[in-house]
Every structure is written in structure tokens, then in C-alpha cells.
């Protein structure tokens, strides 16, 4: 059983900068890609950024291009996220995922093979 554990949500303010983590532990584990997730009040989880395992290839959702990095440690099997400039409508759980297919080619959220609990990240104006 793998289990996905976030940390370093928290309270910001706008034009903060935050970093998130995501350590995986568990049975051996060697995911195609690893990514981040958030959902806002009310609305649908969505896609912010994946990279692959093994490359460390690299995509982003529109609104995180230029403002968020996502990384890996496949040695610590640690995931992050560094969050800069930070915006109020980046305020949601943030979630990590894993999986052994390309998350953003994932049809659907329920097929992703593993999710972390989240961590919340509440920005400020």
C-alpha cells in the first residue's frame, strides 16, 4: 500500500510564496508521474501540475505556469511544489498524486491510482 503525505499548506497572503511537500512511503514505489491537485470551495478538483518520475518532465495548468515549480526528490521519494506570487483564488486542499500513467492523460480524477489527504492553502488580499 503506498501513502502519499502532504505537508507546508498554511496561511499566506497575497504575493507570498509557499512550499509544499509530498512524501510517499509504503511498498516499493516507482510512479510513471507525480503531480499536484487543488480544489476550491465549491468547485471541481483540478489539475496544476505533474512531472514524470523518471525524467522529470514538467507540465503546468495555465494558472500555475510562471508562478509555481513543481519538483522531485526520487531518492527522499518526496514530491514539492513551490508556490510563488501567490493570488486569493489560489486558496484550495491541495492534493498529491501518483500514478503510473501520465496524470494530465488520466481521464478521470477517480482512476488516479494514489491521492494524498491534502493540505490547505489559504491566501490572503
Known amino acids: 500500500q503506498v501513502k502519499l503525505t502532504e505537508s507546508g499548506g498554511g496561511l499566506a497572503q497575497a504575493g507570498d510564496s509557499l512550499k509544499l511537500s509530498c512524501v510517499a512511503s509504503g511498498r516499493t514505489f516507482s510512479p510513471y508521474s507525480m503531480g499536484w491537485y487543488r480544489q476550491a470551495p465549491g468547485k471541481e478538483r483540478e489539475f496544476v501540475a505533474v512531472i514524470t518520475w523518471r525524467d522529470g518532465v514538467t507540465y503546468y495548468s495555465p494558472s500555475a505556469s510562471g508562478r509555481f515549480t513543481i519538483s522531485r526528490d526520487t531518492a527522499k521519494y518526496t514530491l514539492t511544489l513551490q508556490m510563488n506570487n501567490l493570488h486569493p483564488d489560489d486558496t484550495a486542499v491541495y492534493y498529491c498524486?501518483?500514478?503510473?500513467?501520465?496524470?494530465?492523460?488520466?481521464?478521470?480524477?477517480?482512476?488516479?491510482?494514489?491521492w494524498g489527504q491534502g493540505t490547505q492553502v489559504t491566501v490572503s488580499s
Open positions: 498524486a501518483a500514478d503510473r500513467r501520465l496524470l494530465v492523460a488520466v481521464s478521470s480524477l477517480d482512476d488516479i491510482d494514489h
